[in-house]
């Protein structure tokens, strides 16, 4: 279930950043590449011992609090979603 959930919350961190009025091609991009990481996070055939993808979640996370506060939520309950799993 946590892991349905850490999906919806990335789909609705992309929705949210494609959405934005100032859409800012190098947020989308970070935000596409977190994507990409979580699910290699998530996969178990994935060696994740050397993936940093909490600690680009806290950055992003800052990134986006001035102009994004709604995606900033959402990467917040992700790097909590993630740590409820063991991540």
Do not use: C, H, W
Not at 14 to 27: H, P, R
Not at 57 to 76: G, W
């Amino acid at each position: 279930m946590n892991e349905e959930r850490v999906k919806l919350l990335l789909k609705e961190l992309l929705d949210e950043v494609n959405q934005s009025e100032n859409q800012d091609e190098e947020l989308l991009a970070s935000a596409k590449r977190l994507e990409s990481d979580v699910d290699a996070l998530l996969n178990p055939d994935v060696d994740s011992s050397d993936n940093t993808v909490m600690d680009d979640m806290i950055a992003l996370e800052a990134k986006f609090a001035t102009n994004y506060p709604v995606a900033e939520k959402i990467v917040r309950e992700l790097v909590n979603s993630l740590s409820r799993i063991g991540i």
